[in-house]
Antibody, heavy 122, light 109 residues
Framework: QVQLVQSGAEVKKPGASVKVSCKAS????????ITWVRQAPGQGLEWMGW????????NYGLKFQGRVTMTTDTSTTTAFMELRSLTSDDTAVYFC???????????????WGQGTLVTVSS | EIVLTQSPGTLSLSLGERATLSCRAS???????VAWYQQKLGQAPRLLMY???RRAIGIPDRFSGSGSGTDFTLTISRLEPEDFAVYYC??????????FGQGTRLEIK
């Protein structure tokens, strides 16, 4: 069965970076993209960006450009999301999800990871 | 950026009733590239619909989607206990960025 298993919760200080991993299994990793979505406490969903597992093409949300890097390791079927220069506004649950688009910009997602809580606090 | 506005913010209904959730876009969405997700407290979202009207695998047929252009609707024909949750629409016809609506909370009356 399709599974996306994310790394554990993180606590970071303002100005630091965080790198979240997402291990995929149960499907052909390079046939689907990976999208990252975050959710601040009590808030809605926010699209962060998408990466092609086929050619490493990325499509980042304007708000995150210059501060986020999404990568994949096809040998371990793992995706990574690194967010830099953290502030308290980045405190959120970060989700990875399997995206139906692997070539262009991202579409909708059909399987989700369990989420990773990132807390930014001094 | 396409802004999605969902209404109502909260919908209070009884078991067995029909739920109608709205998602309005600030500009026309290409090829009805709209998806709907359900999220329960403490869980990841679940895909319900894509392409505005196509049900995802395993989604019961009491869920249906419709719409085009700027107006889209998710309908739940007869509410079951497990349907009470928060629902989000998403557009993926104009990117970047892909955007979500702010959500509609469906609660038991």
């Amino acid at each position: 069965q399709v599974q996306l298993v994310q790394s554990g919760a993180e606590v970071k200080k303002p100005g630091a970076s965080v790198k979240v991993s997402c291990k995929a299994s149960g499907y052909s990793f390079t046939s689907y993209g990976i999208t990252w979505v975050r959710q601040a406490p009590g808030q809605g969903l926010e699209w962060m960006g998408w990466i092609s597992t086929h050619n490493a093409k990325t499509n980042y949300g304007l708000k995150f450009q210059g501060r986020v890097t999404m990568t994949t390791d096809t040998s371990t079927t793992t995706a990574f999301m690194e967010l830099r220069s953290l502030t308290s506004d980045d405190t959120a649950v970060y989700f990875c999800a399997r995206d139906r688009d692997v070539l262009w910009f991202g579409e909708f997602v059909d399987y989700w990871g369990q989420g990773t809580l990132v807390t930014v606090s001094s | 950026e396409i802004v999605l506005t969902q209404s109502p913010g909260t919908l209070s209904l009884s078991l067995g009733e029909r739920a109608t959730l709205s998602c309005r876009a600030s500009q026309s969405i290409t090829s009805s590239y709209v998806a709907w997700y359900q999220q329960k407290l403490g869980q990841a979202p679940r895909l319900l619909m894509y392409g505005a009207s196509r049900r995802a695998i395993g989604i019961p047929d009491r869920f249906s989607g419709s719409g085009s252009g700027t107006d889209f609707t998710l309908t739940i024909s007869r509410l079951e206990p497990e349907d009470f949750a928060v629902y989000y629409c998403q557009q993926y016809g104009s990117s970047p960025p892909i955007t979500f609506g702010q959500g509609t909370r469906l609660e038991i009356k």
